[in-house]
């Protein structure tokens, strides 16, 4: 079975600051890695996925997250946010088992609040 | 990349009715799942939807409180039976064509259920 933990329910912080969004994960088995945003009243938007290779991950609006196996985690970066980067996120994993791949279990989201 | 519809988008329905929502692809897929996100809360998978076989429900969902058809490989439907309070939520269907290798996930807009 697989469980995702994400360590802070609301992260607060300003305008052009750096921000670290936390996620490890519990697997018996490998995953795939995947972080999601849901912006008020929208659907979910995949941000950036690891699927194998670096274990640094460039995703879509200047986002990065870094694998880490050892120590189970795969947080989420920004250098400089924009007010435009509130929303909810959220870390992601799937089993690498064909009969549950594709299947996502997720944490419990990251509500980022960026104040000017 | 895949596109999903999902219908209707919206629906208030009083108790003890039940609500069929439909998800259409607009092209073939191998993996098609449903989603349940309760107010404020994270998503939390019901079930896998097998084409032409019975879904695949994860723990503490059950099939005849959530029946779901998959007649082909483009397109499913989630019902939800006897509706309570309790299953006001957003209802989201996806996608992943797994054995095309795309571990990507697509998200369809979400049908946003309220039981009176």
């Known amino acids: 079975a697989q469980s995702v933990t994400q360590l802070d329910s609301q992260v607060p912080v300003f305008e052009e600051a750096p921000v670290e969004l936390r996620c490890n994960y519990s697997s018996s088995v490998s995953v795939y890695l995947f972080w999601y945003v849901q912006y008020p009243n929208q659907g979910l938007q995949l941000l950036l996925k690891?699927?194998?290779?670096?274990?640094l991950v460039k995703g879509i609006n200047g986002f990065e997250a870094e694998f880490n196996k050892s120590q189970t985690s795969f947080h989420l970066r920004k250098p400089s946010v924009h007010i435009s980067d509130t929303a909810e996120y959220f870390c992601?994993?799937?089993?690498?088992?064909?009969?549950?791949?594709?299947?996502?279990?997720f944490g419990q989201g990251t509500e980022l609040s960026v104040k000017p | 990349s895949a596109v999903i519809s999902q219908k209707p988008s919206r629906d208030i329905c009083q108790r003890g009715t039940s609500l069929t929502i439909q998800c259409q692809v607009d092209?073939?897929?191998?993996?098609m799942f449903w989603y349940r996100q309760q107010p404020g809360q994270s998503l939390t998978l019901i079930a896998t939807a097998n084409q032409g076989s019975e879904a695949t429900y994860e723990s503490g969902f059950v099939i005849d409180k959530f029946p779901i058809s998959r007649p082909n490989l483009t397109f499913s439907t989630l019902t939800v039976s006897n509706m309570s309070p309790e299953d006001s939520s957003i209802y989201l269907c996806?996608?992943?064509?797994?054995?095309?290798?795309?571990?990507?996930?697509?998200f369809g807009p979400g049908t946003r259920l309220t039981v009176l």
């Open positions: 690891y699927l194998s290779g670096s274990t």
């Open positions: 992601a994993v799937s089993p690498h088992i064909y009969n549950q791949g594709g299947k996502l279990i």
């Open positions: 092209s073939q897929v191998t993996m």
């Open positions: 996806s996608v992943v064509d797994w054995l095309a290798g795309d571990n990507e996930q697509f």
